[in-house]
């Protein structure tokens, strides 16, 4: 039987990268996913590409950064699927800035997106989820949140809020068999990781390969099998768990070239 039959879910951020590859892998393992994004032409594109051979996928246009656009989202799904068991707080935005440099503005952008997005999805989706007393919650938070890395203060603490949001919900909700859980990627390739690279250059690339000790930088798809497992009843009894998925990482001290 496949992992996640008959399950309906929610995934932000997912016209590219993790949020695409955590799509692919809910649908192969039998999800009917949502993919929320605010880039249309891929998200729609990719959605097709999904939806072949009887699976399910839909595009839906969703800032996570507008409560009316994440409202309408989950109204959307629950019209389309008529539930909602699993949500993936995905999307996301990288802004880095030295803390004594950084504008009010980018700060803020960070916030929005980053920690009150899933704020937003959660308030949409938990009156679903306690009506069906069951769901599934997982966040996308970072190994930034775990370890310094310099001019990333803003970008970590959203990702550190996560982690906070993670662990009181999961103690809140567990009774309601909700569960809530995160995973922490390391260096993984996908688009957002080429914008880095463009404005910190090359360097950057070599030392989080330096510093992962499996001396590589992660796939999507290696994310996206921990979220398809916390998705799935396999991971029934997992609650306020974060999973770093970052080829050890976060094990290591500082690489200094
Ligand atoms: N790539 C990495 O190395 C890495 C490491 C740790 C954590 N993460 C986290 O993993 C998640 C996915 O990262 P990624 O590397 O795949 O990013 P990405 O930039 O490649 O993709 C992000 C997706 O989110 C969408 N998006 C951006 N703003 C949005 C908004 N306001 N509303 C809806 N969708 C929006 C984009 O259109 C894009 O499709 C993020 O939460 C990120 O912080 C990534």
Excluded at 110 to 116: E, Q, R, S
Excluded at 229 to 249: H, Q, R, T
Aim: proline residues 2%; hydrophobic residues 40%.
């Amino acid at each position: 039987m496949s992992r996640l039959n008959d399950k309906v879910a929610i995934i932000t951020g997912a016209a590219e990268g993790i949020g695409l590859a955590i799509s692919e892998a809910f649908v192969k393992a039998g999800a009917s996913v949502i993919m929320a994004d605010i880039n249309t032409a891929k998200g729609k594109r990719e959605a097709a590409r999904l939806s072949r051979d009887n699976r399910r996928a839909e595009y839906a246009y969703c800032d996570v950064g507008n409560t009316a656009s994440i409202n309408l989202l989950v109204e959307t799904c629950v019209k389309t699927f008529g539930k909602i068991d699993v949500l993936v707080n995905n999307a996301a935005v990288a802004i880095s800035g030295e803390i004594t440099q950084m504008p009010d503005e980018d700060w803020d952008t960070l916030m929005n997106i980053n920690l009150k997005g899933a704020f937003r999805t959660v308030r949409a989706c938990l009156p679903y989820m306690i009506s069906a007393q069951s769901g599934s919650v997982i966040n996308i938070s970072s190994t930034q949140a775990h370890r310094s890395w310099d001019n990333w203060t803003a970008y970590a603490t959203a990702k550190g809020g996560l982690l906070s949001m993670t662990n009181q919900l999961a103690g809140q909700f567990g009774s309601n068999n909700i569960r809530f859980n995160s995973i922490s990627p390391g260096t993984i390739l996908t688009p957002m990781l080429d914008k880095r690279m463009k404005s910190e250059g090359e360097q950057f690339l070599k030392a989080s390969i330096h510093q992962a000790a499996m001396l590589r930088c992660g796939k999507p798809e290696e994310v996206a099998m921990t979220a398809v497992f916390l998705a799935s009843d396999e991971a029934a009894f997992i609650n306020g768990e974060d999973i770093k998925v970052d080829g050890g990482l976060s094990t290591l001290p500082r690489y200094f070239e």
